[in-house]
C-alpha cells in the first residue's frame, strides 16, 4: 500500500511539468508569429512610385503646398503650362517639364517605415510635411506626393498617400519643389537695349522730366538758368528701367489697391532700333537680235550668260556669287545683257539662277527653244528686283509704378504685357523719389572756401561774445 500511495503522490509534479512545457510551447510560437507577421514591414511593390508608364506628359496639374502654408497652382494649357491662380501667367515649360521628370523618376526603394507614427516623425503624415504636391493625371486621377525630413546630406524621405511606404530618395530635396511662382516663369519683366533708347520721360510726385538723346548725347529739357544738366544722371536710372525682373504675377486686374488710379511715377521710354543690314540687289537685262538669238536673263542677284545669240555680264559683292547659262539655236547676231547684283545667288541649272538676299528672292528663268528666241514683253525686254532696306523701328514702352506691396516691392504695370506684377524696389525706388535737382550738376565747394567760412563764424562768434561781456 505504502509503494502504491509512494506512485501516486509523484504524479502531480509530472503533469505540472507537461502543462509548463506546453505553455512554454505556446509562447514560442507567439513569438515566432509576432516576429514573422507583424513586426517585419509587409512587402510593397517596386519601381516607379508614380506607377509603371506614368510619364511627364500624363501630369495636367500640380500644386505645391509648403509647410508655412503657401503654394501654387500650375496648370497645363495646350502644349504650354500657365499658372491658374495669376490670371493664366504663363509658365516656363522648360522649367515645369524639369520638376515633373524628378517626381517621374522617383522610386520605391529604400523602404525605412510603414507606420503611422514614423510618418510624423519622418514629416510625410498629411498634415506634416516639408511639400505636398498635389498632382492631376489624365484621366481625372490624382494623386499626392509628400517630401519631409532629410535623414543625411543627399537624401530626402518621400510617401505616396496612396502608399503605406516612406523611402530614401536621393534625386529631390523640398527646395526642389517650389512654392513660389518665380519657380516656373521667366522672371524677365522687361528687358531693352540701352543703347535703342532715345527718349525718357518721368513723371513721379515732383514733376515731369523729360530727356532726349541726340549725337552729342542726352539732353534735358527745360532746365533752369543757372543750373547745369548732368548727363550721366541718365545713365543709372536706364540701367535699373532696361531690365526690370519679376518678383510675382498678380493676374490681368487691377484692383484699387494696387495704386493705378494715383501713380507714383509714369516712365515712357522711347527705343529705336538698329535693324540688320539688309541686301539690296536689282538686276537688268536687255537683248536684241533676230530669230535665234539666246534669250536674256535677269534676277536679283544674278545675271545670266548665254553661249550663243547673246551674252550677259554681272557684277556682284565680294560675298556674291552667280552664274546663269541659256543655251540658243541660232546664228543670228548676238544679243547684249547686263547685270548687278549684291547678295549670294546659285544656279539650279543650265537655264535657270537664284539670287537669295536678306530680304527678297528673285528667280530668273531663260528658255531656250530651236530657231526662236523668247523675248521680254516689249521690243526691249527689261526687268527688275530689288530688295529695300528695312526701316528702323520704333517703340514706346510704359511703366507705370503704383504702390508698395506688403512684401515691400512695387505694384507695376508695362505697357507691353497684359499682367500687373510686383517688382523690386531696387530698381523703381529711384525713379519714384527722383527730384530735379538730382539731375543737375553739384556746385563744387573747396576746402580753403569751407575753411573760411568756418572762420567768419568763428569771428563772429567771437564778436558776440564779446559784444555780451561788455553789456
Do not use: C
Amino acid at each position: 500500500m505504502s509503494a502504491a500511495t509512494g506512485n501516486v503522490r509523484s504524479n502531480p509534479p509530472d503533469r505540472r511539468n507537461l502543462w509548463l512545457a506546453i505553455v512554454a510551447v505556446v509562447q514560442v510560437a507567439v513569438l515566432v508569429f509576432v516576429l514573422l507577421t507583424v513586426a517585419r514591414p509587409p512587402r510593397t511593390q517596386t519601381g516607379p512610385l508614380l506607377g509603371k508608364g506614368v510619364q511627364t506628359s500624363d501630369i495636367t496639374a500640380f500644386t505645391v503646398t509648403g509647410s508655412d502654408g503657401t503654394s501654387i497652382a500650375v496648370k497645363r494649357d495646350g502644349s504650354s503650362w500657365v499658372l491658374p491662380d495669376q490670371g493664366g501667367f504663363p509658365a516656363q515649360t522648360s522649367r515645369v517639364t524639369s520638376f515633373l521628370q524628378e517626381l517621374v523618376g522617383l522610386q520605391r526603394s529604400g523602404l525605412v517605415a510603414t507606420t503611422k507614427d514614423a510618418y510624423k516623425r519622418l514629416k510625410v503624415s498629411a498634415d506634416t510635411f516639408q511639400r505636398k504636391v498635389a498632382l492631376t493625371l489624365k484621366g481625372g486621377k490624382n494623386e499626392t506626393l509628400l517630401i519631409g525630413s532629410e535623414p543625411s546630406y543627399g537624401s530626402t524621405h518621400v510617401r505616396l498617400a496612396s502608399d503605406k511606404g516612406v523611402y530614401v530618395s536621393h534625386s529631390i530635396h523640398a527646395s526642389d519643389a517650389r512654392t513660389d511662382a518665380a519657380g516656373y516663369i521667366d522672371t524677365t519683366l522687361l528687358k531693352l537695349d540701352e543703347a535703342n533708347v532715345t527718349r525718357m520721360e518721368v513723371k513721379n510726385q515732383s514733376g515731369d522730366f523729360v530727356f532726349t538723346k541726340g549725337a552729342a548725347g542726352w539732353t534735358m529739357q527745360g532746365v533752369p538758368s543757372g543750373k547745369t544738366f548732368d548727363p550721366t544722371s541718365v545713365n543709372g536710372l536706364l540701367s535699373s528701367l532696361t531690365r526690370l525682373q519679376i518678383d510675382e504675377p498678380l493676374g490681368k486686374t487691377a484692383k484699387p489697391a494696387y495704386g493705378f488710379d494715383k501713380p507714383l511715377a509714369v516712365v515712357t521710354l522711347t527705343t529705336v532700333s538698329k535693324p540688320a543690314s539688309s541686301g539690296k540687289g536689282s538686276a537688268t537685262g536687255t537683248s536684241s537680235g533676230s530669230s535665234g538669238s539666246g534669250p536674256s536673263s535677269s534676277g536679283s542677284g544674278a545675271s545670266g550668260s548665254s553661249s550663243s545669240g547673246s551674252s550677259g555680264s554681272g557684277s556682284g559683292s565680294p560675298s556674291s556669287s552667280a552664274s546663269g547659262a541659256a543655251k540658243g539655236n541660232a546664228s543670228a547676231p548676238a544679243g547684249s545683257g547686263s547685270g548687278t547684283a549684291s547678295g549670294s545667288s546659285t544656279a539650279a541649272t543650265s537655264n535657270t539662277a537664284t539670287s537669295n538676299t536678306a530680304t527678297s528672292n528673285a528667280t530668273t528663268s531663260s528658255k531656250a527653244a530651236a530657231g526662236s528666241t523668247a523675248a521680254s514683253k516689249a521690243a526691249a525686254g527689261t526687268s527688275a528686283a530689288a530688295g529695300s532696306a528695312a526701316k528702323p523701328v520704333t517703340q514706346t514702352t510704359t511703366i507705370t509704378v503704383g504702390s508698395k506691396a506688403k512684401n515691400g516691392f512695387y505694384h507695376v504695370r508695362v505697357s507691353s504685357s497684359p499682367f500687373i506684377v510686383t517688382a523690386s524696389d531696387s530698381n523703381l525706388g529711384s525713379v519714384v523719389g527722383k527730384k530735379e535737382a538730382d539731375f543737375f550738376v553739384k556746385p563744387k565747394t573747396t576746402a580753403k572756401g569751407s575753411s573760411g567760412a568756418a572762420g567768419s563764424g568763428l569771428r563772429s562768434l567771437s564778436g558776440l561774445g564779446g559784444a555780451t561781456t561788455g553789456q
